[in-house]
């Protein structure tokens, strides 16, 4: 069965450090991958995604992603926290043309001053 | 344009109670899925509409949930009787035909006591 994995529930950076979230999923077949974050009261929004191409893909807010197809990976990646940055992110698959998706448990990403 | 919309963003019943959540997809999305999430676990794929028709609908827990998109528009997902285990976070997607970005809802919390 197809899943996916984030692991720690909560990380905890520094303001102006790197912010490492980690995605891994199981299936011999590539599938398309995203991230998506959580604010507050509002819904998910896409930060990044890859489908094809080049396996390192920039989002939005500075964040970025790199596909590692050896490692089943597709962790997340900051340069520098900021503030802002503090929600809940979540890495999803698809396999299925984007009409199913399978999310990983969530990494609450708090920032300190 | 007015984002996918979510009715109520707060549901608290008692277990046995029926309940009733709506979702206002994007206008001109034909594409409409509920997800799930459960106390910190991962969001749940529940069901697919395209247009009127359910396209997938593996990811219903059981009988007592109830989708429907009458008219291709909006939709509703009855829970009928609550289970305390039916307490989680609701969440409703769209997108158009032919793939492209999903975009999310803020939830539904439904607490079941």
């Known amino acids: 069965a197809q899943s996916v994995t984030q692991l720690g529930s909560h990380v905890s950076v520094s303001e102006g450090a790197l912010v490492l979230l980690r995605c891994n999923y199981s299936?011999?077949?590539?599938?398309?991958l995203f991230w998506y974050v959580q604010y507050p009261n509002q819904g998910l929004q896409l930060l990044l995604k890859?489908?094809?191409?080049?396996?390192l893909v920039k989002g939005i807010n500075g964040f970025e992603a790199e596909f590692k197809k050896s490692e089943t990976s597709f962790h997340l990646t900051k340069p520098s926290a900021h503030m802002s940055d503090a929600a809940e992110y979540f890495c999803?698959?698809?396999?299925?043309?984007?009409?199913?998706?399978?999310f990983g448990s969530g990494t609450k990403l708090n920032v300190k001053p | 344009e007015a984002g996918v919309t979510q009715f109520p963003s707060h549901s608290v019943i008692e277990k046995g109670q029926t309940v009733t959540l709506r979702c206002d997809p994007i206008?001109?999305?034909?594409?409409l899925y509920w997800y799930r999430r459960v106390m910190g676990k991962e969001i749940k794929f529940l069901l697919h509409?395209?247009?009127?028709?359910?396209?997938?609908e593996s990811g219903m827990p059981n009988n007592r949930f109830l989708a429907e998109r009458t008219g291709g528009t909006y939709s509703t997902l009855k829970v009928q009787p609550a289970e305390l285990e039916d307490s989680g976070v609701y969440f409703c997607?769209?997108?158009?035909?032919?793939?492209?970005?999903?975009?999310f809802g803020s939830g539904t919390r439904l607490t079941v006591v």
């Open positions: 890859y489908t094809t191409g080049a396996t």
């Open positions: 999803a698959v698809s396999w299925s043309n984007f009409n199913k998706f399978y």
């Open positions: 997607a769209s997108s158009q035909l032919g793939g492209g970005d999903y975009t």
């Open positions: 206008s001109g999305h034909d594409n």
């Open positions: 509409f395209v247009k009127e028709s359910k396209q997938d």
């Open positions: 299936s011999s077949v590539p599938p398309y």
